[in-house]
């Protein structure tokens, strides 16, 4: 089945600053790939997806990339600010019923 | 207002008690889904439903049971055979599940349980 790998599990930058976030998948016929931002105490939210026929998507200061031949994504956000402060998960749709599956979470620190 | 309702936000159990989480959609979605959060571990899928009456086990389903009566309701029980069943839970929904359709999942605000 379908295995979805985050990376890194903390990162703290400074306010301003760029942050990348990297996921990788197993499953070459996975074909959704959503990005969601959780706050603490509530539930995740989507802020960005991009599907396999699509190689780049990007939403004011985020962004998201996607290679299908190295089976990864990253989610890019520039110009941070400290409400950027968050977990943000990545998910991929595999599997026969089309489940997404998440990866671990990625805590971004802005600090001001 | 449209979207996922959880309740309650907090809940304690007693050892050896079920106990029933409740999630209501107004999004007129097919499918529902119930995830299970706990830190450092991401989303893990409890149960889904694509359609009423009908519902399938996640990668952690043990312990936990979910009916599917009516479209807009899908409550999680979980079990006194759930051996460790302190987490977050979340609930989602979608229009559908299949690969070919759009999946986007809203997730309602979820349910802190604490067994004591």
């Known amino acids: 089945g379908e295995n979805v790998e985050q990376h890194p599990s903390t990162l703290s930058v400074q306010e301003g600053d760029s942050a990348v976030i990297k996921c990788t998948y197993s499953?070459?016929?996975?074909?959704?790939f959503p990005w969601y931002k959780q706050e603490l105490g509530k539930g995740p939210q989507l802020i960005i997806d991009i599907r396999s026929n699509v190689g780049e998507k990007k939403d004011q200061r985020i962004a998201v990339t996607l290679n299908k031949t190295a089976k990864h994504f990253s989610l890019h956000i520039t110009e941070t600010q400290p409400e950027d402060s968050a977990v943000y998960f990545c998910?991929?749709?595999?599997?026969?019923?089309?489940?997404?599956?998440f990866g671990k979470g990625t805590k971004l620190s802005v600090k001001p | 207002d449209g979207g996922i309702t959880q309740s309650p936000k907090y809940l304690f159990r007693k050892e050896g008690q079920n106990v029933t989480l409740s999630c209501e959609q107004n999004l007129n979605h097919d499918a529902m889904y119930w995830y299970r959060q706990d830190p450092g571990q991401g989303l893990r899928l409890i149960y889904y439903s694509q359609i009423v009456n009908d519902f399938q086990k996640g990668d952690i389903a043990e312990g936990y049971s979910v009916s599917r009566e009516k479209k807009e309701s899908f409550p999680l029980t979980v079990t006194s055979a759930q051996k460790n069943p302190t987490a977050f839970y979340l609930c989602?929904?979608?229009?559908?599940?299949?690969?070919?359709?759009?999946?986007?999942?809203?997730f309602g605000p979820g349910t802190r349980l604490t067994v004591l």
């Open positions: 989602a929904s979608s229009i559908v599940i299949q690969r070919e359709f759009n999946n986007e999942q809203f």
């Open positions: 998910a991929a749709r595999g599997g026969s019923q089309g489940n997404l599956i």
């Open positions: 499953d070459s016929a996975s074909n959704y």
